[in-house]
T-cell receptor, first 112, second 112 residues
Framework: QKEVEQNSGPLSVPEGAIASLNCTYS??????FFWYRQYSGKSPELIMS????GDKEDGRFTAQLNKASQYVSLLIRDSQPSDSATYLC????????????FGKGTKLSVKP | EPEVTQTPSHQVTQMGQEVILRCVPI?????FYWYRQILGQKVEFLVS????????KSEIFDDQFSVERPDGSNFTLKIRSTKLEDSAMYFC??????????FGSGTRLTVV
């Protein structure tokens, strides 16, 4: 059974701080990794994708991938109250059609 | 910015009735997906569709479910005889390649 695990939180950080979100996955055959943001009652919105080991930065967001440890993380710098949402980790296990396995998500709360 | 459109936004149906959920993917996209999210639970893959046929489906996507692309623009999900446990948010998604796709805003299905 392929699994994606996340700490459900809530993770509470003060405005301006760095939020660190973590995700582990079970299958070493995984090829691509995604972070989605989901506001309550809304659809998932793609924030970052990462395919190779190391860091990938996009604005205030940095995704980190360590395939040896089967671990992927998302850092949010200078957190804003508008970043308060549930962050979903999603993994493609090598299926040709890009089907994703999602984690349950980590709820982030950024306090003003 | 192009978006995936889903209708209706909310559908209430009686147990045992058939429902059709509709999606208009982004026009130049080739890969189409349906996911669902039961309240408070993970986003779960249902089915992927490429080149006018199902390319992969999950265990959830049993004989009660079917998908169709009837006219080259719409992409529908039909549930033949709804059960209470089919109550969920259903998300359509599309992608130009098979990575990092865009979700629609979802249809909330309530089976009573």
């Amino acid at each position: 059974q392929k699994e994606v695990e996340q700490n459900s939180g809530p993770l509470s950080v003060p405005e301006g701080a760095i939020a660190s979100l973590n995700c582990t996955y079970s299958d070493r055959g995984s090829q691509s990794f995604f972070w989605y943001r989901q506001y309550s009652g809304k659809s998932p919105e793609l924030i970052m994708s990462i395919y190779s080991n190391g860091d990938k930065e996009d604005g205030r967001f940095t995704a980190q991938l360590n395939k040896a440890s089967q671990y992927v993380s998302l850092l949010i710098r200078d957190s804003q109250p508008s970043d308060s949402a549930t962050y979903l980790c999603a993994v493609n296990y090598g299926g040709s059609q890009g089907n994703l396995i999602f984690g349950k998500g980590t709820k982030l709360s950024v306090k003003p | 910015e192009p978006e995936v459109t889903q209708t209706p936004s909310h559908q209430v149906t009686q147990m045992g009735q058939e429902v059709i959920l509709r999606c208009v993917p982004i026009s130049n996209h080739l890969y189409f997906y349906w996911y669902r999210q039961i309240l408070g639970q993970k986003v779960e893959f249902l089915v992927s569709f490429y080149n006018n046929e199902i390319s992969e489906k999950s265990e959830i996507f049993d004989d009660q479910f079917s998908v169709e692309r009837p006219d080259g623009s719409n992409f529908t999900l039909k549930i033949r005889s709804t059960k209470l446990e089919d109550s969920a948010m259903y998300f359509c998604a599309s992608s130009e390649t098979n990575y990092g796709y865009t979700f629609g805003s979802g249809t909330r299905l309530t089976v009573v």
